[in-house]
């Protein structure tokens, strides 16, 4: 059986490291890379062992749909790089938000959420929970007395995403978190856009983060994970049995995927940052631009925001082109280099045109209340040299007319 690794420093060690380091479980092998426990189950020396284990007087794993090592190693890592108390992985970062939102809660309770949601969050909040007779109202998050005025006395749960998808709108996440504590309800903060390095939620007061670690954490367009982070509390009241018992577990091999993936972040997430700033600030002095959103920029409608809570501005951009969805799709069909999908965080570049994949669903009115026109692109900035990828840009104006 794997063994903890022994505790080299009581002292945490810096994001970059723990990355790298982070959670590792050797096995009696010594093998240098994290191994894959591809396994269901575990085997027990004896009746009296599987009785011990399953009684919880003995530690160790029982299956896979509640605890893996190779899903175990890729908590911990999360969990210290978060700095949270708990932390548990989920399939996908739908599943990971579904539990987040669900676990504590029960009919007669009421949610409220910002409005600018990634598509399926808005759906779960918006419709599927009212089907089980809990209330949820949205609201614009930048604006604070919105969710002042929202608060009732059945409210348990606050949720938004900063920056948000895809305009990129930024959330001050400490007064949110103020405005949930003074209601006694719980703030779940989707921290996708900004990655675990450039945004703390939990540090700001949030009282969970939740991740889709398909995005930056995989960062090679590989597969699909979730996470949540808590405290203690959260997970072993709450988050724990909901899990186990209705089981959207991280498959081992994509936790061993992901693990992997966490060893590169630091260094991809920097480099597609520090494109994506030069991006932004070539492409908002075009003529053919409208409007352009970035977090790391002056211009950005929540600058002050942005500097308070985050220490870097993503890699992503937000920008709005002459022509509507036409002058859209003659843009993203200009590309060449940059890639039409609708993941983001890859190392691979990519566009995708909101209104017509990842919010179809909303009307566009709702679409309009959002800021998601027809002429809204959002570029994920990949890993490509930053003098191709401007080349690209060229390219792709050129084809706007
Ligand atoms: C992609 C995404 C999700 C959902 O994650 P999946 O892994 O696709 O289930 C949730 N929230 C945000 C902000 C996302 O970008």
Redesign the pocket.
């Known amino acids: 059986m794997a063994k903890k690794a022994k505790k080299s420093s009581p002292k945490r060690l810096r994001p970059a490291t723990e990355l790298v380091h982070g959670g590792t479980l050797r096995s009696q092998f010594g093998e240098t890379s994290e191994a894959l426990f591809m396994t269901q189950g575990f085997v027990y020396a004896s009746a009296e062992a599987a009785a011990a284990r399953f009684s919880g007087e003995e530690p160790g794993y029982i299956y896979s749909r509640f605890s893996n090592p190779t899903v175990a190693m890729f908590e911990e890592r999360m969990r210290l790089l978060e700095g949270a108390g708990a932390v548990r992985s989920a399939a996908?970062?739908?599943?990971?938000?579904t539990a987040a939102i669900l676990c504590s809660l029960k009919t007669g309770d009421h949610v409220v959420a910002a409005k600018a949601?990634?598509g399926?969050?808005r759906y779960i909040v918006e419709d599927l929970v009212p089907r089980y007779g809990i209330t949820s109202t949205l609201v614009d998050g930048t604006d604070l007395d919105q969710w002042r005025n929202a608060m009732t006395k059945n409210t348990k749960i606050l949720f938004l995403?900063s920056p948000t998808?895809p305009t990129l709108e930024v959330v001050d996440i400490a007064a949110v978190a103020e405005i949930a504590h003074k209601a006694g309800a719980r703030l779940i903060v989707?921290n996708?856009?900004a990655t675990p390095l450039q945004q703390k939620p939990l540090q700001l007061g949030a009282d969970v983060v939740?991740y889709?670690?398909?995005?930056h954490i995989d960062g090679q367009g590989r597969c699909?994970?979730?996470v949540i982070l808590s405290d203690e509390k959260f997970v072993t009241d709450h988050l724990h049995n909901y899990l186990r018992q209705t089981g959207p577990s991280l498959s081992p091999f994509n936790a061993w995927v992901l693990l992997k993936g966490l060893e590169t972040l630091a260094v991809r997430v920097e480099r597609q940052t520090a494109s994506a700033a030069k991006l932004a600030d070539y492409l908002a002095g075009h003529k053919k631009i409208k409007r352009l959103v970035y977090p790391g920029r002056a211009d950005h409608p929540q600058a002050d925001i942005v500097k308070k809570q985050m220490s870097a501005g993503s890699n992503l951009i937000a920008f709005e082109v002459k022509g509507n969805r036409a002058g859209a799709f003659k843009m993203a069909n200009g590309f060449e280099i940059i890639k039409i999908s609708n993941?983001?965080g890859d190392a691979k570049s990519l566009v995708t045109h909101p209104s017509t994949t990842t919010h179809q669903r909303l009307s566009e009115e709702a679409r309009r209340e959002l800021g998601i026109t027809q002429g809204l692109l959002r570029l994920s900035v990949g890993l490509e040299d930053v003098e191709d990828l401007a080349d690209d840009l060229d390219r792709g104006l050129a084809a706007l007319g």
């Open positions: 996908t970062g739908m599943a990971a938000v949601l990634f399926s969050c995403e998808n989707d996708v856009f939740v889709s670690a398909t995005k699909l994970g979730g993941n983001l």
